[in-house]
Nanobody, 120 residues
Framework: QVELVQSGGGLVQPGGSLRLSCAASGRTFSPAAMAWFRQTPGNGREIVAAVRWSDGTTYYADSVKGRFTVSRDNANNTGYLQMNSLKPEDTAVYYC?????????????WGQGTQVTVSS
């Protein structure tokens, strides 16, 4: 059974940077894609960025384009979300997710979530 374990996050001032990591346990991990979502109280979960595992093709929500970078390290089964120029509105719980079942297009594996707070 593959599990996703997140690290990173915390409190940062506006304009600062953080990097989130998402490591997959287990011997075999080859999802179609890994995505990062965020959720705030009273709001639904929104996708922030995604990366195709095979070739590194990326997707970004308009709200984070030019500030966030999503990447993956296939050899170490780990995905990353580098967040720069953070704004207070980026404050949320961030989750990584992986689409591990071929052909479904659904994110079936989820990390435990990590709090990111942007505040002075």
């Amino acid at each position: 059974q593959v599990e996703l374990v997140q690290s990173g996050g915390g409190l940062v001032q506006p304009g600062g940077s953080l990097r989130l990591s998402c490591a997959a346990s287990g011997r075999t991990f080859s999802p179609a894609a890994m995505a990062w979502f965020r959720q705030t109280p009273g709001n639904g979960r929104e996708i922030v960025a995604a990366v195709r595992w095979s070739d590194g093709t990326t997707y970004y929500a308009d709200s984070v384009k030019g500030r966030f970078t999503v990447s993956r390290d296939n050899a170490n089964n780990t995905g990353y979300l580098q967040m720069n120029s953070l704004k207070p509105e980026d404050t949320a719980v961030y989750y990584c997710a992986a689409d591990s079942i071929p052909g479904t297009g659904e994110y079936d594996l989820w990390g435990q979530g990590t709090q990111v707070t942007v505040s002075s």
